[in-house]
Every structure is written in C-alpha cells, then in structure tokens.
C-alpha cells in the first residue's frame, strides 16, 4: 500500500531482498532521518511501531517453534 514500510536494518549487512509485482517506487532512508521522520509525523511513529511489535512476535513465534523442535 501506499506509504508502507516493509524493513527496517537495525546493523549494517542488509539480510532482506525485495520483488515488486506490481509498479513500486522504493525509498530508502537512513536511520537518522527515519527518526526525524518518526518525531515529526505520528503516522511514521505509529508505522514503525507497528513494524517492529510485528518483527517481535515473528520472533517470539519462531523461537517458540525451535524450542519445540525435536531432536530425533
């Protein structure tokens, strides 16, 4: 959708790739003015957020998942 964020970097090795399937512009921003960004507009705070209480339970959930997993 328009305006979306679809990953966020917390170091410096990119480990995500993207595929457009339909016509996309992408923007990349560095951290700083992400931030910038985020004090300044509550809909890039509330995105953020929203992205990263996401990337939390995918975490929780796969943990989970390899914790179960057994070894036989």
């Known amino acids: 959708m328009d305006g ?3 990953a ?6 990119h480990r995500f790739t993207a595929e457009a399937v339909v016509k ?3 923007r990349v921003m560095r ?3 992400l931030e910038v960004a985020a004090d300044i507009d509550i809909v890039v705070w509330r995105n953020l957020l929203g992205l990263t209480t ?3 339970q995918h975490a929780k959930n796969h943990m989970l998942l390899l914790g179960r ?3 036989t």
Do not use: C, H, Q
């Open 8 to 13: 966020r970097e917390n170091g410096e090795t």
């Open 24 to 26: 996309t512009t992408v």
């Open 54 to 56: 996401d990337n939390l």
């Open 69 to 71: 997993k057994s070894l």
């Open 4 to 6: 979306d964020i679809f």
């Open 31 to 33: 951290r700083a003015s």
